[in-house]
């Protein structure tokens, strides 16, 4: 298996087809996409899957299946993709996991990785995470990933006017840390 990231508890790789289950488990899981406010359809979760397939071809990268190197369950996803800010597109540092393993550092320690692969292989000036205001665990994430909060913005997304709060750490910040 070819790893795009390896941490003390994790390994994330590039996601597959024959992931679909564990995805779609997470996707039309109501709790675990409450940022979204739906679950998502079938159909929504294959069109996700091939979204983030076509972000690897074109962009290099995307959100990576995050396996949990204790048993080799894929229980969440994490990685960068390029997201509106502001009028221009930034690097964005997202995640998404199965609600049966938050609370336990998973986010946290995948967000870092997917952070310092952004500035060691990329060679990216900044990366961001745009979140949900009412999204705290996920704020939480950006904060303890170094990032600070860089403004708002709202969203519009099936009909409702969500508003988003935005963190990014810049490479001179990080080298600090």
Same mark, same amino acid.
């Given at each position: 298996m070819n790893w795009i990231l390896e941490t003390e508890r994790l390994r994330l790789r590039e996601i597959e087809e024959e992931d679909y289950d564990a995805l779609c488990f997470m996707l039309r899981d109501a %709790? !675990?996409?409450y940022a979204y406010e739906h679950a998502f359809s079938e159909e929504e979760a294959w069109d996700w899957l091939r979204r983030q397939r076509e972000r690897y071809r074109r962009d290099g990268f995307g959100l &990576? =299946?995050?396996i949990r190197k204790a048993d080799g369950m894929l229980i969440g996803q994490c990685g960068l993709t390029m997201?509106? &800010?502001q009028g221009r597109m930034v690097p %964005? !540092?997202?995640?998404?996991?199965?609600?049966d393993v938050w609370h336990q550092g998973y986010a946290t320690e995948a =967000?870092? =990785?997917a952070r310092d692969y952004a500035f060691s292989a990329l060679s990216l000036e900044e990366v961001w995470s745009i979140i949900r205001v009412n999204n705290l665990p996920s704020r939480r994430v950006a904060e303890r990933n170094g990032m600070q909060v860089r403004g708002q913005i709202v969203k519009h997304y099936y009909g409702i006017e969500?508003?988003?709060v935005g963190y990014s750490v810049r490479r001179e910040e990080r080298e600090a840390l």
């Open positions: %709790e !675990v996409m &990576w =299946a995050v997201q509106p &800010w %964005e !540092v997202g995640y998404l996991f199965c609600k =967000a870092r =990785a969500m508003p988003h």
